[in-house]
């Protein structure tokens, strides 16, 4: 099988492409490299045979369709998105452009390559998404694909949107499409503005810890490589029209999230302090959801898949490896925006 990915040079991009060069599949890589993206994500594959990059953007139809033609993908990986709420509160323009016209876009090459291939019934156009489209529960129940859709920011909106869009082209066209929705990703190859590497670098640099709020938001907690390996098998055994839901298992506030990389780090690699000293709690950012959480069931009782990783063994992986990558994660920090208080403008 051969799979274009979108945003194969990302974080759950990348490790879905890795893993999917590891089970022995052909992956084209499609990637226009934003502010997010880094190909030392995929140097460990990228001398593969089974292994193509296309620096291309989804917003250019012309090059999708380029893409299609010249490397006749056997189903798509749809990835490639603007993912940060902080960046989208600032500036939603770039998420309702990336996110909706780009799977606009994505939807209407891969249904006219599909349309000139004679409609191939072993065709896939797998749509990856997030449990944000759906709002923000309260202490009790958790989210089924049969949720009401009810976003909160620009981000989960942009997110929404194309959602729709994919279910419509499988509806009015009849595309070939399956659907996940996941929860919180983190793990190796994580860019440094999201929680779990800004409490790392942060920490070993001695800064203040931000914790938005009282740190009482949940969310539940997914290992990147565990998401990867969903995917894979959602694209491969998934129900043609049917959507999933992949969660980690492992709610946990954000507070008792960040003193665990805490511990973790005094275990690891003491400072004089204890790194928890460094926790400093800072105003909300607007709209934040209070609690997610995911119902696995589907995906598990139908493909019989379920994560192998702890949210305390994944964040014990997470932290060597940061530990070990310094070169990886120092290279970043230059990038716009990586180390500001984004999302202070609503």
Not at 21 to 37: E, F, H, R
Not at 66 to 94: C, K, N, T, W, Y
Not at 207 to 231: F, T
């Given at each position: 099988?051969?799979?274009?990915?979108?945003?194969?040079?990302?974080?759950?991009?990348?490790?879905?492409?890795?893993?999917?060069?590891?089970?022995?599949?052909?992956?084209?890589?499609?990637?226009?490299?934003?502010?997010?993206?880094?190909?030392?994500?995929?140097?460990?594959?990228?001398?593969?045979?089974?292994?193509?990059?296309?620096?291309?953007?989804?917003?250019?139809?012309?090059?999708?369709?380029?893409?299609?033609?010249?490397?006749?993908?056997?189903?798509?990986?749809?990835?490639?998105?603007?993912?940060?709420?902080?960046?989208?509160?600032?500036?939603?323009?770039?998420?309702?452009?990336?996110n909706i016209i780009g799977t606009y876009n994505m939807l209407e090459a891969a249904r006219a390559y599909w349309v000139k291939k004679d409609k191939p019934d072993s065709f896939r156009f797998h749509h990856i998404s997030t449990d944000e489209v759906f709002g923000s529960l309260g202490a009790e129940g958790q989210f089924t694909e049969t949720t009401p859709y009810d976003p909160r920011s620009p981000y989960s909106a942009s997110k929404a949107s194309s959602d729709h869009l994919v279910r419509a082209w499988a509806e009015t066209y009849g595309l070939p499409i399956v659907m996940t929705n996941c929860s919180n990703n983190y793990?190796?190859?994580?860019?440094?503005?999201?929680?779990?590497?800004?409490?790392?670098?942060?920490?070993?640099?001695?800064?203040?810890?931000?914790?938005?709020?009282?740190?009482?938001?949940?969310?539940?907690?997914?290992?990147?490589?565990?998401?990867?390996?969903?995917?894979?098998?959602?694209?491969k055994k998934g129900e043609l029209g049917r959507c999933y839901n992949i969660g980690g298992e492992n709610e946990a506030t954000n507070l008792d999230l960040v003193k665990t990389i805490c511990k973790i780090l005094d275990d690891k690699k003491p400072a004089d302090a204890p790194y928890s000293d460094l926790i400093s709690f800072v105003t909300d950012r607007p709209g934040h959801d209070m609690r997610y959480a995911i119902d696995p069931t589907r995906i598990s009782t139908e493909l019989g898949w379920r994560p192998s990783v702890t949210v305390e063994e994944g964040l014990e992986k997470t932290v060597q490896w940061y530990l070990d990558n310094e070169a990886w994660w120092k290279a970043l920090q230059e990038r716009d925006g990586v180390g500001e208080r984004l999302g202070t403008k609503g």
């Open positions: 099988m051969k799979i274009l990915i979108t945003g194969g040079a990302g974080f759950i991009g990348s490790a879905v492409v890795r893993l999917a060069i590891q089970q022995g599949l052909s992956v084209v890589n499609l990637d226009s490299l934003t502010y997010a993206a880094c190909l030392d994500n995929v140097a460990s594959v990228a001398d593969s045979p089974n292994y193509a990059f296309e620096q291309a953007d989804i917003r250019d139809r012309e090059a999708l369709d380029r893409v299609f033609e010249e490397h006749q993908p056997d189903a798509v990986m749809h990835l490639a998105a603007e993912s940060h709420v902080d960046r989208s509160i600032d500036g939603p323009g770039d998420f309702i452009q990336t793990g190796p190859f994580h860019f440094p503005e999201k929680l779990v590497p800004v409490v790392i670098l942060n920490a070993l640099a001695g800064k203040p810890i931000p914790i938005y709020g009282k740190g009482e938001n949940v969310r539940d907690w997914l290992y990147v490589e565990d998401h990867a390996d969903a995917l894979l098998t959602v694209l």
